[in-house]
Nanobody, 121 residues
Framework: QVQLVESGGGLVQAGGSLRLSCVAS????????MGWYRQAPGKQRELVAA???????NYADSVKGRFTISRDNAKNTVVLQGNSLKPEDTAVYYC???????????????WGQGTQVTVSS
């Protein structure tokens, strides 16, 4: 089994910054993708940013130029740094990983428990 544990988040003023971290642990053979999604009240969960094992990154248009995602493959961690935060960035942020585990199980997607980010105006 695989666990994703998130840290960071909280209440931030508009224009401020946040740093979210996520560590994956368990019977991990390899992780092809790690990323962050978010879900605001009444809205669908959406991709914020993701990084592929080869360091290729993908960002939502709404966060390009403000958020940066980075990954440490050796430590199975992913960090999301957000700057110039806006009230519309308020959401529950979820860590996501696409993982191949030991034992020949199919590749599966795992989620963290979510961390609240609230941006006040």
């Amino acid at each position: 089994q695989v666990q994703l544990v998130e840290s960071g988040g909280g209440l931030v003023q508009a224009g401020g910054s946040l740093r979210l971290s996520c560590v994956a642990s368990g019977s991990i053979f390899s992780i092809s993708v790690m990323g962050w999604y978010r879900q605001a009240p009444g809205k669908q969960r959406e991709l914020v940013a993701a990084v592929i094992s080869g360091a290729s990154t993908n960002y939502a248009d709404s966060v390009k130029g403000r958020f940066t995602i980075s990954r440490d493959n050796a430590k199975n961690t992913v960090v999301l740094q957000g700057n110039s935060l806006k009230p519309e960035d308020t959401a529950v942020y979820y860590c996501n990983a696409v993982v191949r585990t030991y034992g020949g199980s199919p590749i599966a997607t795992y989620w963290g428990q979510g961390t609240q980010v609230t941006v006040s105006s």
